[in-house]
């Protein structure tokens, strides 16, 4: 059965390319700018199927990465075309084919600023449980580090998490994509190294690191760089804050949260837990603060109609009763190196008792 499903889900994916290949194609051929059809068809066709190929060699990956973006846009302004050109009967081709190129190639430009230009979002939590002087945490996640979210980009992130001064920094998931190799041979240890915290760095896996299969090379990699692994492990911070880090779902035997919680709830309680598929039993439990990562809302335009009819949150800051959650659609990205609808970011938490 799932040798069927597979081949059905290839020939879909076969139809839909002829489908974009076909519009771009009669595109070009409006501006006379084919002249040898086998050719391009055989690019095409290789260009959308390099992504698979990403183990093989980096090339495939960045030249797959990029194809993902024109896949969906492509996609989306075929449909549009063909509606403009067969329903509102509008049959200049170059100007219906040509604007939508122009269209892709713009929203290229402009998912390439948003991707590699975070931006830094600053909220406030007020708990009701005594803490003994306020704290600011800078919380991140979804860095994807590999080969497009390089180490210039992490830098920045670093950069810009110590403007802050932070007493605390969270690293809530996926901080690589999925092989830590490129984290490795990049250095970026010795970048991440340089955060500046009065309490430490703590992060938790996401979903992409358990797909890498390298969970212990990656945690030790962490380790050099000061940075606090917590799996399924909560810690109580010089007296402060109880911080959990729960296992990514995709760890089908990691504990529950019930199973994590602090024998003396008496200090805020704040907990990582990369994917936010469940706040309800947190916010059973007396979690103060949950943050999450993973949706990286959508990441491109339209996607975040998904992740919003998918997760009960799946971005920014909201109150769930008394329980503060707080999503972030990543500093790095997934896949192509562009944001539609999204920015990447990281978020300057302050937490006070009032």
Request: negative net charge; aromatic residues 12%.
């Amino acid at each position: 059965m799932s040798i069927l499903i597979g081949a059905a889900a290839i020939a879909v994916y076969c139809a839909l390319i002829f489908y974009i290949g076909k519009n771009l194609h009669v595109t070009l051929q409006a501006f006379g700018m084919t002249r040898y059809t086998g050719t391009y068809w055989l690019v095409l066709y290789s260009v959308s199927f390099s992504y698979f190929g990403s183990s093989i060699h980096e090339v495939l990956k960045i030249v797959g990465s990029y194809w993902l973006f024109f896949f969906q846009y492509g996609l989306l302004f075929s449909v549009l075309g063909n509606f403009i050109y067969y329903v509102l009967r509008y049959r200049n081709k170059k100007i219906v084919g040509g604007s939508a190129m122009l269209t892709v190639i713009v929203l290229c430009v402009i998912g390439l600023y948003n991707a590699y230009t975070p931006v830094v979002h600053y909220t406030t939590m007020n708990v009701s449980k005594p803490i003994a002087q306020p704290l600011r945490i800078v919380v991140a996640s979804d860095f994807h580090l590999g080969v497009l979210s390089h180490k210039e980009h992490l830098q920045n992130f670093v950069d810009l998490a110590n403007e802050a001064k932070p007493h605390i920094v969270f690293l809530v998931g996926d901080l690589i994509d999925d092989d830590p190799k490129w984290f490795v041979e990049e250095g970026m240890a010795a970048i991440l190294s340089q955060l500046e915290t009065k309490h430490g760095v703590y992060a938790v896996l996401g979903n992409h690191e358990y797909y890498g299969g390298k969970i212990e090379e990656l945690v030790e990699e962490m380790e050099k760089a000061n940075v606090h692994m917590l799996l399924d492990e909560t810690i109580n911070i010089h007296d402060m804050i109880y911080v959990t880090g729960q296992e990514d779902r995709t760890n089908e035997e990691r504990l529950t949260i019930e199973a994590l919680a602090p024998v003396n709830n008496d200090l805020p309680w704040f907990v990582m837990n990369h994917t936010p598929d469940d706040l309800h039993t947190p916010e059973q439990v007396g979690v103060d603060a949950h943050f999450s990562g993973h949706t990286h809302r959508g990441q491109l335009w339209p996607n975040e109609w998904i992740t919003n009819q998918i997760f009960e949150v799946d971005y920014g800051h909201e109150m769930k009763n008394d329980m503060h959650v707080l999503v972030s659609s990543g500093f790095g990205f997934w896949g192509p190196p562009m944001r539609i609808g999204s920015q990447s970011e990281l978020w300057v938490v302050d937490v006070i008792n009032e």
